[in-house]
Structure formats: C-alpha cells, structure tokens
C-alpha cells in the first residue's frame, strides 16, 4: 500500500531488524524460531509492543517513568482507588474509604478474600508498609511527594486486618485522587524487587530492561481473570518495526499509533482503539535558564505556534486545541475560560525584540518515546518557528537517552502526560518539590495557592483555588499546552475485549480485558 509507511507482506527477520527491532525483541515476536505459536496465535499468549523504554525500564511499582514501565506496573499491582474507563474513582483494593470532619484522618476498608501473587492475602499491613515505601524520605514516589511529609507516621496504620487509617497533620481533601494514581500500588510487607509481587492480574515471570518482559495469569485475581495465560511486553524503540510487527502478527497489540497510519493499519486487517483523553506532549521551557527565564520569550513561544496546523499534521486531527492549561477532564478546569492562543506572528516578533533576542536560536530535544506525534510535531514547531525568525534545531534523540541522565535537565524539550486531575498532576510536575518538574517553575504565589487547595474540603472554595493557580500558569509557566490527544492504539483482529480509556492508553493497559477470538 503506497504512503503508508510499511509493506503489505509480513516482513522478513532481516526487514524486521533494519527496522529497528532488538534481537530480543525478534524472538519474543517468534520470528526468529518462525513458529506462528510463539506469538500467541493460538490464544495463549498476548504480545504486547509498547513505546520506547530504555536500559533503565524497571520493575519498581513507584517508580515507573516511560511506557513500558508503565504498562508493567499496570499488569503487575494494583491501587487502593482506581479510575473507571469513563475517569471515575471506583474501588480497587479498598472497597470503601472514608475522611472525619476535618480531612485529617482516612479510613479505607480492604476487599476480604484478595491475594497476593504468592498466595499471601493483604491485610492493613501490607497497606501500611506500601504507604512507607512510596512515601520513603530518600525515595519518594513522584505521585506520593504532596502527601508525604503531612502523614502522621505514628498514628498512621492497621486498625484491624482489613482496615487501614491514614493520620495526617493537616486537612487533605485530595487523599483519594492521590492514591488513585497508578504508580502507587500496594504490594506485600516481604516484597522483593528482584522477584516482585502484587495482586495485578498477571504475575511475573522475566524481565529483561529495555528489552522485554514476560508475565502469566493470575488465575486467583479478584476482578476479571485473564483470558491469555502468558503477557509479553517488548520495547519498541521505532513506530515502523512497532506498526510492522502486528501487521505481520507478531504482537496481537500495540499503543500510541502513529496517526496517519489509523485508517492504513484497518485496511490491512488490524483494528484501532481510540479514545478521547486529556493526554498531553508538551514543549518544555526551564524557566530558571536563558532565554527562557525572560517571560517575554516564553510567550513569544507560544504565540509562535499553529496549535491546530500541528494537530492536523503532527496528530493527524486526532486531538483538540488546548490553552496551555493542563487537565480538561478536571471539573475546575478553566483553561477554556481564558483568551485562547493562536499563532501571533507580529506579536511573537515583537516580544523578542522587546527582549532583545532577535534572530533567536535555540535546540528542542525530542524522541519517539516520547509517544506518538512527538517528533513530528517538534519538526512542525520548527518550520512554524521560521516565521517569527526563530532557529529551532530539532534534536530527535533516542528514548534511553531522553530518559536518561538529562532527564529533567534539557533546556528546551518535550514530554508526555496523561489524564490526570489538576492538583495531583501540579503535584507532580509544577511544584518545587515535583518529581517531573521539567520546567524547573517555582513560584511562590502558584505554590501557596495549591497547597491551599489541597487542605480545601469546600468543593467550591477549592475550585477558586485551583483556578487562580490556573492563571498563574497560563501567564508565567513553562509549558506549551498546544494540543489534547485523541490516544490511537491499534489490535489485531484476532483480539477482543479492549474498550477505550481516558486515563490511559491500552484500555490503560488493562490487559485482562483482553480476549482471543474463538
């Protein structure tokens, strides 16, 4: 099929690795012993190809930072509260939870008759020693460091086998949006990271970083059990070799699609998964180095880009303008209440030279692991940026090294993020203390805005809050919010079951939910 980027044939072992697929990776796909039974074809074995990863892809449930870390955890272990495919708090582990008047103490109440990979059935216990892992002074969860320090660990713990108490020293209205999050998963009080636990619907088995990871069913979970007897999860470093392995049905899923390759993908017998999210690619300006520090140049910036040119080329019209506000799923958001910005080039021209910074040259950092669309709309950004007499030099790195020791450090970049509500993700990227702080943004008045809404029990009052922060974000932050993501993942026909998510790509990664096709 002419245009759309890969063959209409499977592809050969030598196609496969020009295309950038790892040795690994070719014979867990089968392709290397060419037995159609090593990859699930007769409704064993789910493969699963997912984006990006590194060296560094780890196991650890509080710690997981690109896709494939991520899609592990989800498989892997579970949270107290989790969200529903509509993004709705819904019980996991705990089947209900409870604040006092003051929002100062939580009480949650376990599921009775849940176990634990190895047979243990979690108790208060293991509740409380989770809590002290994710929340260790020396190695804070990223999701867990706006609680961490309010715990009162003295008072925290299990009142009984099936009942846990969250002490803090100072109302919290947030805990459940908190502990909702993924990577906060409960695991056992014996918990070994070189043999890991938990209670998620498939257990582990191998794990080879940057390369693979092979789980099996959890035949005693407590939600749905999995229908495949073995999960297989291998990094893809190259959306050809990702896109190229389903079509030749060597992995039966694969998430972020590039999105010109949806309807190609249909034609050629695979499926596609596509969800609304309030998922979001940022571009990324440290606003504590030059010229960056200048606001003038950061709205300069912003008013560079073509937000609904880059969706319709970037992400083939597959998402929705965004304000530079993150979080639309969060009932405060007001980004849509603010003057939307579109492409200004005389008014971008006149910022920099205000600033002096005319002929303005600077680099972007951007990888394919990032996710779909990234590359593309960085190089989008780029010919925009030749309008307003801006140099962009985009530098396409590869994903173990965007993920590695510069992480977090690169003056002009981008990241992912996905659907989250606004003062857990402020938590995580926009406060001092925030473990993906990419923008390095420390602003007194936006920092004592959202600590005051996180102890706001008024739903009112705290929107207010929220708000506030909003605009100090939309004026002075870091972040170029240029588009909201429509997420496209793609199946094969041979697969059932998945249903769109907005937390998450995958069915966030839901595996279980996935059925063969008899």
């Known amino acids: 099929m002419a245009g759309t980027g890969f063959p209409s044939t499977p592809l050969t072992r030598r196609r496969l690795l020009q295309a950038g697929a790892t040795g690994a990776a070719l014979a867990a796909a089968g392709v290397l012993s060419g037995c159609a039974a090593d990859t699930g074809a007769d409704g064993t074995r789910l493969v699963h190809g997912a984006t990006g990863g590194s060296l560094k892809d780890s196991l650890d449930p509080h710690h997981p930072v690109t896709v494939p870390d991520i899609a592990r955890v989800r498989s892997l272990y579970e949270t107290l ?92 209205a947030i805990v459940p949006q908190v502990l909702a999050n993924y990577s906060l998963g409960i695991v056992p009080t014996d918990f070994d990271l070189a043999a890991p636990v938990g209670t998620g619907p498939f257990a582990y088995q191998s794990f080879v970083p940057g390369q693979r990871s092979t789980f099996t069913r959890f035949a005693d979970y407590w939600d749905i059990v999995a229908a495949y007897d073995e999960l297989v999860i291998l990094n893809f470093t190259d959306d050809a070799a990702k896109v190229n392995a389903l079509l030749a049905g060597q992995v039966q899923t694969i998430d972020n699609l590039p999105r010109y390759l949806a309807g190609a993908v249909e034609k050629q017998g695979a499926r596609t998964l596509i969800a609304q999210t309030g998922g979001w690619i940022p571009f990324t300006m440290r606003v504590d180095l030059e010229p960056f520090s200048d606001q003038r140049v950061r709205e300069a910036l912003r008013l560079t880009v073509n937000r609904q040119e880059t969706i ?102 981008q990241d992912f993020w996905n659907t989250r509500p606004y003062l857990p993700q402020a938590g995580a990227c926009a406060l001092p203390d925030a473990a993906y702080n990419e923008t390095h943004f420390n602003h007194p008045q936006f920092n004592d805005l959202i600590h ?7 739903e009112t009052r705290r929107t207010r809050l929220i708000q506030d922060a909003q605009r100090i974000e939309y004026d002075e932050g870091g972040l170029i919010i240029w588009g909201f993501n429509d997420q496209i993942d793609a199946y094969s026909q041979f697969v059932t079951g998945l249903v769109p998510a907005v937390e998450q790509p995958m069915s966030a990664y839901r595996f279980n939910l996935a059925r063969p096709v008899a």
Request: aromatic share 12%; proline share 6%; charged share 25%.
């Open 452 to 458: 005051a809404a996180q102890r706001e029990l008024d």
């Open 81 to 172: 509260i989790r969200y529903s495919a509509d993004f709705r708090l819904e019980p996991g582990l705990a089947e209900s939870w409870e604040p006092n008047a003051e929002g100062t103490v939580w009480t949650f109440r376990l599921r009775e008759g849940v176990t634990f990979h190895h047979g243990k059935p979690v108790t208060a216990e293991d509740v409380a020693f989770s809590l002290e892992r994710m929340t260790d002074p020396s190695d804070p969860a990223a999701y867990a460091v706006p609680i961490m320090n309010l715990i009162d660990r003295a008072a925290s713990g299990a009142v009984d086998p099936r009942t846990y108490q969250l002490h803090l020293s100072e109302p919290f």
């Open 312 to 413: 319709d080329q970037a992400w083939n019209g597959y998402g929705r303008v965004a304000n530079d506000v993150y979080c639309p799923f969060d009932p405060a958001y007001a980004g849509d209440q603010f003057p939307q910005r579109e492409q200004d080039v005389e008014r971008a021209k006149f910022l920099l030279k205000q600033a002096g910074r005319e002929g303005l040259q600077v680099e972007l950092v951007t990888s394919t692991g990032v996710g779909a669309g990234a590359v593309e709309s960085a190089n989008m950004f780029a010919q925009q940026a030749r309008q307003v007499g801006i140099d962009v030099r985009v530098n396409k790195v590869d994903s173990s090294i965007f993920y590695g020791e510069q992480y977090l450090s690169w003056p002009f970049a």
